[in-house]
């Protein structure tokens, strides 16, 4: 089956036997429960989307491996015009879906690591590569969502991971044996993973000699026997529950974070990508942190639907000839695109690695990402500005169906008058949803944080930027001699 | 009887386009409708093609059907171009 549909992908999701737990107690039917299941249907867009002809182009791509049509989220980039639609392809599902979708973190792991098994082998003539491309084809002939888990909980910040009170704060080995290895710890913050097939585990920092037995990197199937999820909050996450549906906003889709604990997890060697090559970790976690800042497209594309939202919301309210509202949409698109073209430049300006994988522009990478930290803010700010306070103070959906207070609010909430009340309430939600409900979660929080906090880009601007250069010419043509 | 021409229809990914794609098509349908049959791009039966990009970039692929005759639409006025030509030729 290379290519899943999204009834396929459900169904393949309730075969698995994930220990997932929310509000303190086990999740039995994780597919089918009403706070997870919009994010299993934003990975399951993912899917249907790969079998429509308006989106096909980008959401499909020829294996490398095997020649045959896949779904481009197990795909290994093999030229720039495969980063470009990566990149193309993340605003798209963003636009369409208005959430994370979850998907492109495994895509990440995967290419960083087709890289540094490659260099790892060449350096030490292992066999981690061969094991890879292995495993990159069970993945792509099955069409699965993986999970590409990088944030350890690391504790003492000031500590490397030998010196932790706590030795299990990163991922480490506990016990080797013949045929594998056990290991312990945790990834935190991982988005989608309980809608995934498989887990990646990559180490999340630079390590030294000491930290080798935190120097892993392995892949597992997401139900295997030690790993527990315990669900993220999301601000409004309980209004799934209530019996309306206005007040979710995003009537359709939404996203995940999760806990996952690894509580003695045995990992067989066929499986094994990286084992205590400590002076390998901190390329693992710059190739995938490059690549998955260069993701972030996908903000650009949330952005779309917020912007839509936002002058729908102007024009219910009437205010949309204003010149000053007109001015704030104009700059939210200005932002917005500014996102896309940062991505689009560090996938236009990628190169081949030796491994054969292409690989994005580093340094415009964390541009990208260092603007995808700063503007959606602005861009959510500017729609609440629009959207008016009663985005805020709006009463319930229960309030607009009751017989005794509907009609007030029927008659006082409404705007424009062609445009009923619901309707104006609605989009209200939906934009309350993307800036401080549950969707904020991927459009502003994870844009903070995501693939990194806003210093890590910073750092890694500083290293790349040739400051000699520019001092150079500066010198030169303000007539300092020697220059 | 004239033969009903089989073209085929190729997407660009439409990661931001300047017009709706799928309604530009639904229009060339509606305008053409008994005289065009489109098909897949890959269908064999087609020897010319139909490429809706969503801008001027035209990013798809089309070195898949190198030798047949390809046209490319970047925006709804080239689609309504492109229909009126089509109905001079019937």
């Known amino acids: 089956m290379p290519m899943m549909n999204a009834k396929q992908y459900e169904d393949s999701l309730r075969k698995l036997k994930l220990k997932v737990y929310m509000f303190g107690k086990r999740v039995e039917n994780v597919v089918d429960d009403p706070i997870i299941r919009p994010s299993m249907n934003a990975v399951a867009a993912t899917y249907e989307f790969a079998h429509m002809p308006e989106y096909e182009d980008l959401m499909t791509a020829t294996s490398h491996i095997t020649g045959k049509k896949i779904n481009r989220f197990t795909h290994i980039h093999q030229s720039v015009d495969d980063l470009v639609k990566k990149s193309k392809m993340g605003r798209l599902l963003g636009s369409l879906t208005g959430c994370c979708f979850q998907r492109c973190v495994g895509m990440d792991a995967m290419n960083a690591l087709s890289m540094t098994t490659f260099d790892i082998d060449r350096e030490y003539g292992t066999e981690y590569n061969k094991r890879f491309l292995k495993f990159m084809e069970y993945v792509q002939e099955n069409d699965l969502t993986c999970d590409g888990a990088m944030t350890d909980p690391k504790g003492d910040r000031s500590k490397a991971p030998h010196q932790q009170a706590d030795p299990d704060m990163f991922m480490r080995v506990v016990e080797e044996r013949p045929d594998g290895i056990v290991v312990r710890g945790a990834k935190c913050h991982q988005t989608g993973a309980v809608n995934s097939h498989e887990i990646i585990i990559m180490p999340t920092i630079s390590m030294r000699e000491e930290d080798r037995d935190y120097a892993i990197s392995f892949a597992l199937p997401a139900d295997a026997e030690g790993i527990i999820y315990i669900m993220g909050r999301q601000s409004c996450d309980t209004r799934k529950l209530e019996k309306g549906t206005i007040d979710r906003g995003n009537q359709i889709y939404g996203g995940h974070e999760a806990l996952v604990v690894f509580d003695d997890v045995f990992v067989p060697w066929e499986r094994v990508f990286m084992y205590k090559e ?3 970790a901190g390329q693992l976690v710059e190739q995938f942190a490059s690549y998955h800042r260069q993701s972030y497209a996908c903000k650009a594309g949330v952005g ?6 936002t002058q729908c919301i102007a024009e219910y309210n009437g205010a949309h000839k204003a010149s000053h509202v007109k001015d704030k949409i104009i700059e939210m698109n200005h932002l917005n695109e ?11 300006e990628g190169h081949r690695e030796p491994s054969g994988t292409y690989y994005v522009n580093t340094l415009l990478a964390n541009v990208c990402k260092q603007n995808v930290t ?13 959207a008016g306070g009663l985005m805020v103070t709006l009463p319930s959906e229960d309030d607009l169906r009751s017989p005794e207070v509907g009609k007030w609010l029927d008659k006082y909430y409404r705007g424009s008058t ?3 009340t619901e309707t104006r309430m609605r989009m209200l939600r939906l934009i309350e949803n993307i800036t401080m409900g549950t969707a904020a979660v991927g459009y502003l929080t994870e844009s903070m944080h995501g693939a990194g906090s806003p210093q890590a880009q910073r750092i890694m601007i500083s290293r790349q930027v040739n400051m000699d250069v520019k001092k ?12 | 009887m004239k033969k009903i021409r089989s073209i085929g229809l190729k997407y660009c990914g439409g990661c931001n386009p300047r017009y709706d794609r799928a309604e530009a098509v639904r229009r060339i349908r509606e305008e053409l409708g008994g005289t065009v049959r489109f098909a897949p791009p890959d ?3 087609v020897d010319s093609i139909l490429a809706i990009m969503g801008c001027e970039t035209a990013c798809a692929d089309l070195n898949a059907f190198s030798g047949k005759k390809i046209w490319i639409i970047t925006s709804r006025k080239e689609a309504d171009n492109w229909v009126a030509e089509r109905k001079k030729a019937l």
């Open chain 1, 418 to 420: 062609d445009v009923s």
């Open chain 1, 472 to 483: 150079k010419v500066a010198k030169k043509l303000c007539g300092i001699e020697g220059a």
């Open chain 1, 278 to 280: 400590w002076d390998f």
């Open chain 2, 43 to 45: 269908d064999p039966d």
């Open chain 1, 374 to 386: 700063r503007f959606p803010y602005e861009i959510a700010r500017l729609a609440q500005d629009i």
């Open chain 1, 338 to 348: 500014t996102l896309f073209c940062g991505s689009i430049a560090c996938a236009a």
């Open chain 1, 304 to 309: 779309d639907v917020l912007i839509g939202a």
